[in-house]
Structures are given as structure tokens and as C-alpha cells.
């Protein structure tokens, strides 16, 4: 059983800086796509960023200059680095992983979520 734990969520006032990390675990093969992606209170799940195994990365528009997804294949763990943090990035942040399991099952696993609130 393949697992994602996320951390690094918290309070922050505007202008601050968080780092938000996810680590697989469990009978992993191989993790494809990584990402994360947020919820604010009334609102859709939205993508963030992703990065491929190839490190190709992707971000929206919202937090282009100012996020860095990143990633650690050796330990199956995928960063997000915040920097000029506003109060309407405030969200549950989830960690998301296209994996293989050891079993050959192909499927997307997602984090429990980890709040992060920005304070103006």
C-alpha cells in the first residue's frame, strides 16, 4: 500500500514564505507526475503545480514568480517552496502522485491536506 504524507502547512502573514514537502511510501515502483493542488473554502480543487519524473514543470498562472515545486526521486518526495505568499493563496493544500506500484497498478494517490493561511 502506497502512502503520501504532506507537511510544512501553517499561518503566515503576507510577503512570508512556507515550504510545503510530500513523501510516498510503500511498494512503490516508479511516481510519474507529482503535484499539488488547493481548495479554498467554497471553491474547486485547483492545480498549483506539477512536475514530471523528467522535471518538467507546470504552474498556474496565479503563482508563476512566486512558487517552486521541486522534487527528490531517490526518496519519492516532491517540495513546494512559497515565497510572497498573499492571503488569497489561504487553501488546503493536497499532494498529488501518478505512481506504479510493485503489483503493476497504474493510479493517481492523493494527501490527507495541509492548511496553509496567509494573514493580511
Known amino acids: 500500500q502506497v502512502q503520501l504524507a504532506e507537511s510544512g502547512g501553517g499561518l503566515v502573514q503576507a510577503g512570508g514564505s512556507l515550504r510545503l514537502s510530500c513523501a510516498a511510501s510503500?511498494?512503490?515502483?516508479?511516481?510519474?507526475?507529482m503535484g499539488w493542488y488547493r481548495q479554498a473554502p467554497g471553491k474547486q480543487r485547483e492545480l498549483v503545480a506539477t512536475i514530471t519524473s523528467y522535471v518538467s514543470t507546470n504552474y498556474a498562472d496565479a503563482v508563476k514568480a512566486r512558487f517552486t515545486i521541486s522534487r527528490d526521486n531517490a526518496n519519492h518526495t516532491v517540495y513546494l517552496q512559497m515565497n510572497t505568499l498573499k492571503p488569497e493563496d489561504t487553501a488546503v493544500y493536497y499532494c498529488n502522485a501518478g505512481l506504479v506500484d510493485t503489483w503493476y497498478d497504474e493510479y493517481d494517490l492523493w494527501g490527507q491536506g495541509t492548511q496553509v493561511t496567509v494573514s493580511s
Open positions: 510503500g511498494n512503490i515502483l516508479t511516481i510519474h507526475t
